[in-house]
């Protein structure tokens, strides 16, 4: 069956680069997803990286995605304390329109 | 702003009681999803509804819990019994039929 795997936990010093990684099993994915979620909120889309691209740029966010290894990445240029937050990879099902099958988050903390 | 919206935001129920959760999806989206999210289990998806029809409710224990749309801008997730270990935040995404669901602020459900 579908998984996302990431893992747990990443800690970074405010203003260096932060990397959080994905790997994923449905090779028919259409749509790769990059969710963030603060203390107390729901999740919100950070940004989406459609199946046919391998790199996707959006001011301090860049999605990386290596379809032969199933690697997805997100890398937070400049990383501020703001940032702190989990962090759901999650790709769509196959034909199943836009069910989702989400990773278990990474919890990603910016020190000062 | 275009956002989904839940009710209640924080319920604190006894064991053995009815609690309703009702969302409100985005004007226009046609799915309609409910997932549970705590400490040990992460993200799991209860229900997914297309124009307002059960699609998928295999995640959701059917001895206790049911989820309806009794129109296009209300969804409700009810638990009857409700019991200690529902303690959980309940979220509601709507999206369109293929690309990003979009999360409401959770339902933070305390069973004692």
């Known amino acids: 069956g579908e998984d996302v795997e990431q893992s747990l936990f990443l800690s970074v010093r405010e203003g260096d680069s932060s990397v959080i990684n994905c790997t994923y099993t449905d090779s028919s994915s259409t749509y790769l997803y990059w969710y963030k979620q603060e203390p107390g909120a729901g999740l919100q889309l950070l940004t989406y990286i459609f199946s046919n691209m391998d790199m996707k740029q959006d001011q301090r966010l860049t999605v990386l995605l290596n379809k032969k290894d199933k690697h997805l990445s997100l890398r937070i240029a400049d990383t501020q304390t703001g940032d702190s937050a989990i962090y759901f990879c999650a790709e769509s099902i196959g034909n199943a329109g836009n069910m989702l099958t989400f990773g278990g988050g990474t919890r990603l903390m910016v020190k000062p | 702003d275009a956002r989904v919206t839940q009710t209640p935001r924080h319920k604190v129920t006894e064991m053995g009681q009815e609690v309703t959760m009702r969302c409100q999806p985005i004007l226009g989206h046609n799915t309609v999803f409910w997932y549970r999210q705590t400490m040990m289990q992460g993200l799991e998806l209860l229900a997914y509804?297309?124009?307002?029809?059960?699609?998928?409710d295999s995640g959701m224990p059917k001895d206790r819990f049911s989820a309806e749309m009794p129109d296009a801008t209300l969804a409700t997730l009810k638990i009857q019994p409700s019991e200690p270990r529902d303690s959980a935040v309940y979220f509601c995404?709507?999206?369109?039929?293929?690309?990003?669901?979009?999360f409401g602020p959770g339902t933070r459900l305390t069973v004692t």
């Open positions: 995404a709507s999206g369109l039929e293929v690309g990003e669901q979009y």
């Open positions: 509804f297309r124009n307002r029809a059960p699609l998928d």
